[in-house]
Nanobody, 113 residues
Framework: QVQLVESGGSLVQAGESLRLSCATS????????MAWYRQAPGKYREFVAI???????RYADAVKGRSTISRDNAKNTVFLQMSSLESKDTAVYYC???????WGQGTQVTVSS
């Protein structure tokens, strides 16, 4: 059983930046694809970003150019750096490991305009 624990969510002003963290119980996070999703109130959960085991990245159009996914292999932690936040970025952000479909509990990001 793999545990994913997100942190870093907060209430911020539009235009500010935020870094989310996903601490995993993985012993070697670099062996797995790792992703971020988000779910806004009343909406379906949507893809945000993914980093493959090889280090390739892909982003949703909604965050492309404003977000960076990265990982710290030594700490088995995945990050999502977001800048120029907008009110439409308000959501619960979830860390996800596609292999065996593991999810974290989510961290709330609220962007105030």
């Amino acid at each position: 059983q793999v545990q994913l624990v997100e942190s870093g969510g907060s209430l911020v002003q539009a235009g500010e930046s935020l870094r989310l963290s996903c601490a995993t119980s993985e012993t070697n996070v670099r062996l797995h694809d790792m992703a971020w999703y988000r779910q806004a109130p009343g909406k379906y959960r949507e893809f945000v970003a993914i980093m493959t085991s090889r280090g390739a990245t892909r982003y949703a159009d909604a965050v492309k150019g404003r977000s960076t996914i990265s990982r710290d292999n030594a700490k088995n932690t995945v990050f999502l750096q977001m800048s120029s936040l907008e009110s439409k970025d308000t959501a619960v952000y979830y860390c996800h490991r596609p292999l065996w479909d593991y999810w974290g509990q989510g961290t709330q990001v609220t962007v105030s305009s």
